[in-house]
């Protein structure tokens, strides 16, 4: 039976790092579901975290790989939407944190920030570590409130 299906997406800026990942998720027997970009021509990193809204809408993935330059950008604009929990990460800490507290779907890397092989790292802690729940649901559940200030 295949492991579910990951989306993966960058710019231009973490191009090498996505494929690089993408790699990784394919050994893993993840189904990968690549959403560009597919080269290093300039692009904008907005497109691509709504590339991921819309996987998630369409249920093609319920999970997530971004990466730009630093990850600041990619996870700002993927965090504009609400079926999205990014976190960028840079270790082992934050990526087990993202999931067991945040219930993050979106894990998100800076091409120009973190070695392949942390990344790699940090991915494998994503996939692996479940949301904790207990006291962690509640504040999860108000990150999906809307406010009405």
């Known amino acids: 039976m295949p492991l579910e299906s990951i989306a993966i997406a960058s710019d231009h800026a973490g191009f090498e790092l ?6 990784t998720l394919g ?17 904008d990193y907005p497109d691509y975290a709504n590339a991921m809204n819309e996987a998630f809408a369409t249920g093609q993935a319920t999970r997530g790989v971004l990466v730009c330059g630093s990850g600041i950008g990619i996870s700002i604009a993927a965090n504009r939407h609400p ?13 087990r944190q993202c999931r067991e507290h ?11 920030t973190i070695e392949a ?15 904790a729940g207990g006291r962690h649901a509640s504040r999860v559940s108000k990150l999906a409130a809307v406010p009405t200030t």
């Open 102 to 112: 945040n219930d993050a779907n979106v894990i998100c890397f800076g091409g120009r």
């Open 27 to 43: 050994e893993r027997g993840y189904q990968v579901l690549d959403l560009g970009t597919d080269g290093t021509d300039p692009v």
């Open 117 to 131: 092989e942390v990344a790699r790292d940090c991915l494998d802690i994503f996939l692996e570590t479940q949301f």
């Open 18 to 23: 996505k494929n690089q990942l993408a790699g």
């Open 83 to 95: 079926r999205i929990r990014a976190a960028l990460v840079h270790d082992a800490f934050g990526a």
